[in-house]
């Protein structure tokens, strides 16, 4: 059986402003990137983000970002050690103790924004994001770039950990994302994104932008929720996926 795990960031509005469209992409994934209040989110959008959660079955993880809901936790923030590993862990307990409260288990973590970007660039801040994760609950799965420093970390450490593609963006030679300002940064198309995704899988590799191809693992799938017809995006690679006899489950036990 040839088995897919869709995950996406959610739960990204906060107070007056509405980010994304969770309860038309929950069904179509099976993994949840939970913004956990610094780069997106509020209480009140955390408890309905766990509780959609919940009613959808799918697996749940916390998104932890950098302190930045001006500019959505994609800004570079120049932090200790200390001070990254407590808002990790900060963010975490949030997360973790709202949704035991309703009765759903937290089972993984992927960094937001520029702490994702950085944990790739930076020694200091990614054994700060992994030693607090491990310190809280070392059950947990770390979710990261494919193949990438981050995982790398997390798997030296004793973590189990999840290899992150991605569905709507274009690679560089060196298995970094292309920068959005760039043209092709973004794949549009639904069928040239089932297209890479299945030659991922099933081949280990991918075609970057200057068409070289790379090797590259998968465990989970990401695809932008706030992007221009995400919901429709994803249903049409959704239904071609299933064309093709791929099933889809939660990366994670």
Same mark, same amino acid.
């Not at 959609?52 to 916390?62: D, E, M, R």
């Not at 932890?64 to 959505?72: H, I, M, S, V």
């Not at 947990?140 to 770039?145: Q, S």
């Given at each position: 059986?040839?088995?897919? @795990? /869709?995950?996406?960031?959610?739960g990204?509005?906060?107070?007056?402003?509405t980010?994304g469209?969770d309860?038309?992409? *929950?069904p179509?994934?099976?993994?949840?990137?939970?913004?956990? +209040?610094?780069?997106?989110?509020?209480?009140?959008? =955390?408890?309905?983000? !766990?509780d *959609? &959660?919940? %009613?959808?079955?799918? #697996? =749940?993880?916390?998104h932890?970002?950098?302190?930045? *809901?001006? +500019?959505?936790g994609?800004? @570079?923030?120049s932090?200790?050690?200390?001070? &990254?590993?407590?808002l990790?862990?900060?963010?975490?307990a949030?997360?973790?103790? $709202?949704?035991?409260? &309703?009765?759903?288990?937290?089972?993984?973590?992927?960094?937001?924004?520029?702490?994702?970007?950085?944990s790739?660039?930076?020694?200091e801040?990614?054994?700060?994001? /992994?030693?607090?994760?491990?310190?809280?609950? #070392?059950s *947990?799965?770390?979710?990261?770039?494919s193949?990438?420093k981050?995982?790398?970390?997390?798997a030296?450490?004793?973590?189990?950990?999840?290899?992150e593609?991605?569905l709507?963006?274009?690679?560089?030679?060196?298995r970094?994302l292309v920068?959005?300002?760039?043209?092709g940064?973004?794949?549009?198309?639904?069928?040239?994104?089932?297209?890479? !995704?299945?030659?991922?899988?099933?081949? +280990?590799?991918?075609?970057? /932008?200057t068409?070289?191809?790379?090797? /590259?693992?998968?465990?989970?799938?990401c695809?932008?929720?706030?992007?221009? +017809?995400?919901?429709?995006f $994803?249903?049409d690679?959704?239904?071609e =996926?299933?064309?093709k006899?791929? %099933?889809?489950?939660?990366?994670?036990?």
């Open positions: 059986m040839k088995t897919i @795990d /869709i995950n996406a960031d959610l990204e509005s906060f107070g007056a402003y980010i469209n309860e038309k992409l *929950l179509l994934v099976t993994s949840a990137n939970v913004a956990c +209040g610094f780069h997106a989110s509020d209480p009140e959008t =955390l408890i309905h983000t !766990i *959609l &959660v919940k %009613q959808n079955n799918v #697996a =749940l993880g916390a932890p970002g950098y302190r930045d *809901l001006e +500019g959505f994609r800004r @570079d923030m932090l200790s050690y200390k001070e &990254v590993y407590s990790v862990k900060y963010q975490l949030a997360v973790d103790g $709202l949704s035991k409260s &309703v009765g759903v288990k937290m089972k993984y973590v992927k960094p937001h924004g520029a702490l994702y970007n950085k790739e660039v930076c020694e801040t990614r054994r700060a994001i /992994i030693d607090s994760i491990y310190d809280y609950n #070392a *947990l799965y770390v979710m990261g770039m193949m990438g981050l995982v790398g970390c997390a030296e450490k004793g973590l189990q950990v999840i290899n593609v991605f709507d963006r274009a690679y560089n030679d060196n970094t920068s959005r300002s760039i043209e940064a973004m794949i549009t198309d639904p069928m040239v994104a089932s297209e890479r !995704i299945i030659e991922m899988i099933e081949a +280990g590799v991918v075609k970057t /932008i068409g070289k191809k790379i090797p /590259i693992q998968v465990d989970s799938i695809v932008h929720g706030d992007t221009d +017809g995400a919901v429709q $994803l249903k690679i959704f239904n =996926l299933k064309n006899n791929y %099933q889809f489950q939660s990366a994670v036990s």
